[in-house]
């Protein structure tokens, strides 16, 4: 698969699923074991209000392709977007999405456990 032919909506598709994996790992390795517990912990990080945080954070830690590849996935953002999300933030939510799935698709591991490892610490900070 040819990540440079698909568009911001596929890209932040699979990267919703990265971050997701990613997230629910993270969980389990804090020895969380209770579904209820991880479940509500995991709204916490995956939600397009912390994909929102997250970005807003990290965006001057991006290079040049890595916001060009945010703007494809926010623009691409369908205009139908669920009621009790915030569109902003779903906007968002998409760019940032579509970055993880870029960096996973390019094999670019280290840059994306550097941004992923980055999610989770802003989140866990304003867990507080």
């Given at each position: 698969?040819?990540?440079?032919?698909?568009?911001?909506?596929d890209?932040?598709?699979?990267?919703?699923?990265?971050?997701?994996?990613?997230?629910?790992?993270?969980?389990?390795?804090?020895?969380i074991?209770?579904?209820?517990?991880?479940?509500?912990?995991?709204?916490?990080?995956?939600?397009?209000?912390?994909?929102?945080?997250?970005?807003?954070?990290?965006?001057?830690?991006?290079?040049?392709?890595?916001?060009?590849?945010?703007?494809?996935?926010?623009?691409?953002?369908p205009?139908?977007?669920?009621?009790?999300?915030?569109?902003?933030?779903?906007?968002?939510?998409?760019?940032?999405?579509?970055?993880?799935?870029?960096?996973?698709?390019?094999?670019?591991?280290?840059?994306?456990?550097?941004?992923?490892?980055k999610?989770?610490?802003?989140?866990?900070?304003?867990?507080?």
């Amino acid at each position: 698969m040819d990540y440079k032919l698909l568009n911001g909506a596929d890209l932040a598709y699979l990267g919703d699923a990265v971050y997701e994996l990613y997230v629910r790992e993270y969980l389990l390795n804090k020895n969380i074991t209770k579904t209820k517990e991880l479940n509500k912990l995991a709204i916490n990080f995956v939600s397009a209000k912390a994909h929102a945080l997250i970005f807003n954070s990290i965006k001057d830690f991006l290079n040049e392709d890595e916001m060009a590849i945010y703007l494809r996935g926010r623009n691409k953002a369908p205009s139908n977007h669920r009621k009790n999300v915030n569109r902003s933030d779903y906007l968002i939510s998409s760019g940032f999405e579509a970055i993880i799935g870029y960096l996973y698709l390019s094999k670019n591991t280290s840059r994306l456990n550097e941004i992923l490892d980055k999610s989770i610490s802003i989140v866990e900070n304003n867990l507080c």
